[in-house]
């Protein structure tokens, strides 16, 4: 067995003013899907996918961990984009940063890949 969830899927679409992002993980040969909702801006596009991705990183461990995206962001380092997240533990207040370069032009794949970073030793602990 795998000892981190997988990214199966990140699908997003818009309806008018909104925008949904769902987030697929898989873990133990079971898929789990998180699911944000709000604003279609491309400004809030990074937060929905971190809010989706903690969504469905919560059902993967049947709520044994609650998580809060307190900031989400890309920033260009040197020749590279980067995306960044800040992750805290709701029962401790502890924070967890990740990051994950920038490939393809995906900044939702590299989102969803800088909040499993962040993340990743915690859920380590509470999977095995």
């Not at 199966?8 to 873990?27: F, H, K, N, P, Y």
């Not at 801006?41 to 919560?58: C, I, S």
């Not at 029962?91 to 962040?118: F, Q």
């Amino acid at each position: 067995m795998k000892e981190r969830p997988a990214i199966i899927r990140i699908s997003e679409s818009v309806d008018g003013d909104d925008a949904r992002v769902m987030i697929t993980l898989q873990w133990a040969e079971t898929a789990f899907y998180g699911e944000a909702i709000g604003s279609a801006g491309a400004e809030h596009r990074a937060r929905l996918v971190g809010e989706a991705t903690l969504d469905a990183v919560e059902k993967v461990t049947e709520g044994r961990i609650h998580l809060d995206l307190e900031a989400v962001a890309t920033q260009d380092l040197g020749v590279v984009q980067v995306a960044l997240a800040q992750v805290s533990l709701t029962e401790t207040g502890e924070s967890l940063v990740g990051s994950a370069l920038m490939s393809d032009h995906d900044p939702s794949a590299a989102t969803v890949k800088a909040i499993l970073d962040a993340i990743n030793r915690r859920l380590t602990t509470v999977l095995l």
